[in-house]
């Protein structure tokens, strides 16, 4: 059975972060391989109950591992549960997000077909969290095309199986706590021509809480994301010269 790691980042979720392990415990238990996989909550230095909650469920949720690490913000922490599952040699990591916008009933579709494909990324066509974050998103699956020259519908939906070896191969590619580390996976994917596919899911209203990134944070990350992605571009150019 092929070892699966489900890594969720988590800053300031106590009011969803019970809800989170009822709903997708029960997706690693299905899926567990020999007591191998794992449910990973990385805590990003959560200022509420996040951590205690999480605790509390550890205790009679065998599969769940607390990965516990001062705050750094959602890619770095990201970043964190996937180098923690290359470490422990998952076969496939999927991620997805804390605040409840996604559904776990979607998943079983994504791994029944994992063994054709080297990432299966969902993407929202029907984005129910407000027209500025699916503005953000159309900006940026523009300005991906422009500079990377890749085509697609989605490039940061938090809710993507990968293949491990797919991740740790293109992880030296951004700096180590990159802010968009989905989007350059799901870049490096299509760039490099990795056998890809996009699946349409659900996308919810955050469940509980506040957001923490909010537009005048949107804004700062992009125009660094603009810098950041021409240093990346070329390091992928030397790349594919390298293989070539």
Not at 67 to 95: E, M, W
Not at 136 to 141: D, G, H, Q, S
Not at 220 to 235: C, M, N, S, Y
Request: charged share 25%; hydrophobic share 40%; with cysteine.
């Amino acid at each position: 059975m092929d070892v699966l790691y489900i890594v969720i980042p988590a800053y300031n979720e106590e009011e969803n972060i019970e809800a989170l392990i009822h709903d997708w415990y029960p997706v690693i238990e299905k899926h567990d391989a020999g007591g191998k996989s794992r449910l990973v909550v990385v805590n990003d230095g959560s200022r509420d109950g996040t951590l205690e909650i999480l605790r509390a469920c550890a205790a009679d949720h065998p599969l769940l591992t607390i990965l516990d690490k001062p705050n750094g913000g959602h890619g770095p922490a990201v970043l964190y549960g996937y180098r923690y599952a290359i470490k422990r040699k998952a076969d496939y990591i999927f991620q997805t997000d804390a605040d409840g916008q996604t559904n776990p009933a979607e998943f079983e579709g994504f791994w029944k077909i994992r063994g054709r494909y080297d990432a299966v990324i969902g993407y929202r066509p029907d984005r129910q969290d407000g027209a500025s974050r699916v503005f953000v998103e159309k900006v940026l699956v523009f300005l991906l095309r422009m500079i990377f020259g890749v085509r697609v519908p989605d490039a940061n939906a938090p809710f993507r199986l990968m293949r491990t070896e797919a991740v740790e191969r293109y992880l030296p590619l951004m700096p180590k706590t990159y802010n968009l580390p989905n989007v350059i996976l799901t870049t490096c994917f299509a760039y490099f021509g990795d056998a890809l596919r996009f699946e349409p899911i659900s996308f919810r209203p955050r469940q509980g809480g506040t957001n923490s990134i909010n537009l005048k944070k949107i804004t700062k990350i992009g125009w660094q994301a603009l810098h950041d992605f021409r240093v990346i571009h070329r390091r992928m150019k030397n790349c594919r010269k390298a293989g070539a």
